[in-house]
């Protein structure tokens, strides 16, 4: 019977969780990656999107934004910017920001990318949060 994994998520404030884990589902930069123990040990960098911890049948939600996952020995250490209860996101904020990263212009490179990073981080908040509320 394989083991439990130990998910632990910090961000630059705090801890924002510890705890025992069945599965851990989680969005990588370039797609969702799913982690069970004895995964093999890996580095990744975290995209914008919902971490989903498994627990005893229980399934727990949050949005993370960005920042980088190691998983070794059944121990996975999420480092993001930001980690929220999926429950806890505010749609229509969510919706506001996206709207105003839409019309924003975007005249050189840098400001491209800084558009297209409101732009997902609004769309993973949105995704997220009306996942949770299903």
């Known amino acids: 019977m394989p083991g439990k994994l130990t998910c632990t ?3 630059p404030e705090q801890t924002a969780l510890e705890t025992e884990a069945d599965f851990v589902a989680l969005p990588l930069y370039d797609g969702e ?3 069970a123990p004895r995964h093999t040990p890996l580095i990744g960098r975290l995209g914008f999107g919902e971490l989903r911890i498994v627990s ?9 934004d960005g920042g980088f996952v190691q998983v070794a020995d059944d121990q996975i250490a999420v480092m993001t ?5 999926a429950a806890a996101l505010d749609v229509a904020a ?7 990263a839409l019309s924003r212009p975007a005249t050189s490179p840098e400001t491209m990318d800084i ?3 409101q732009i997902a981080q609004a769309r993973a908040q949105i995704r997220t949060a009306r996942r949770a509320r299903m």
């Open 81 to 85: 910017d930001r980690a929220v209860p």
């Open 115 to 117: 558009r297209d990073r």
């Open 9 to 11: 998520v910090v961000t």
């Open 33 to 35: 990656i799913g982690i």
């Open 94 to 100: 969510a919706e506001k920001q996206l709207a105003a």
């Open 56 to 64: 005893g049948g229980t399934t727990r939600s949050f949005y993370v």
